[in-house]
């Protein structure tokens, strides 16, 4: 079984689109993540929910908008797409910081 | 702010070498230290962790010790294989449970036959 899981695996759209990456967790986590890994390798942290409540926001344009509907979902929403979004998309849950956290498999997003 | 530096890469190496990557953090209270690896085309792996100074991870032949006094947590292995190629980071997250972690930029790895 996949502990964490995101869809789709690969998206390429066009500049102006709006889209979404979904993410589940069957590890029974209370806290999701959304990071962002550049075409440096370099990765941020982009939101952190808990429990369904959003706890952290880091500087991200509100054309991003996370959606959790549940404390085993957390989807990403992109409105309005920019080539500086491509990147790659990594969702992640954890139970506790000290156990460190799960990482689901990515997903590569092309803005053309 | 929180904040994790390590060595640049890339770092290529014959299999067998010795395999030292250097980490060092800037952190206030007590964070948890963690080394993930990434293979090529794959997400984030956890490669191993610590929560608490002198502590040492280990997991797959690598090893890396919280070193408090010296705030760093280098990650070694004595003898590297051609599959340990991957992008390594050093990484950690702050002293309340579920703070998100933070990155420093990764170390590529190439190991050659």
């Known amino acids: 079984d996949t502990a964490v899981s995101q869809t789709p695996k690969y998206l390429v759209t066009q500049m102006g689109n709006d889209k979404s990456i979904k993410c589940e967790q069957n590890?029974?986590?209370?806290?999701m993540y959304w990071y962002k890994q550049d075409s440096k390798k370099f990765l941020k942290i982009m939101f952190s929910?808990?429990?369904?409540?959003?706890?952290i926001n880091e500087t991200v344009p509100n054309r991003f908008s996370p959606k959790s509907p549940d404390k085993a979902h957390l989807n990403l929403h992109i409105n309005s797409l920019e080539l500086g979004d491509s990147a790659v998309y990594f969702c992640?849950?954890?139970?506790?910081?000290?156990?460190?956290?799960?990482f689901g498999p990515g997903t590569r997003l092309t803005v053309t | 702010g929180n904040s994790v530096t390590q060595m640049e890469g890339p770092v290529t190496l014959s299999e067998e070498a010795f395999l030292t990557i250097n980490c060092t953090y800037t952190?206030?209270?007590?964070?948890?230290l963690f080394w993930y690896v990434q293979y090529p085309g794959e997400g984030l792996q956890l490669l191993l962790k610590?929560?608490?100074?002198?502590d040492k991870g280990s997991n797959k032949g690598f090893e890396a010790t919280y070193r408090k006094e010296t705030t760093s947590f280098h990650l070694e292995k004595g003898s590297v294989q051609v599959s340990d190629s991957a992008v390594y980071f050093c990484?950690?997250?702050?002293?309340?449970?579920?703070?998100?972690?933070?990155f420093g930029k990764g170390t590529r790895l190439s190991v050659i036959a």
């Open positions: 992640a849950s954890s139970q506790g910081g000290l156990a460190g956290q799960i």
């Open positions: 590890l029974g986590h209370d806290t």
């Open positions: 929910y808990n429990n369904k409540e959003l706890i």
């Open positions: 952190a206030t209270g007590y964070p948890s």
């Open positions: 610590a929560t608490k100074a002198d």
């Open positions: 990484a950690l997250s702050g002293d309340s449970g579920n703070t998100p972690l933070v």
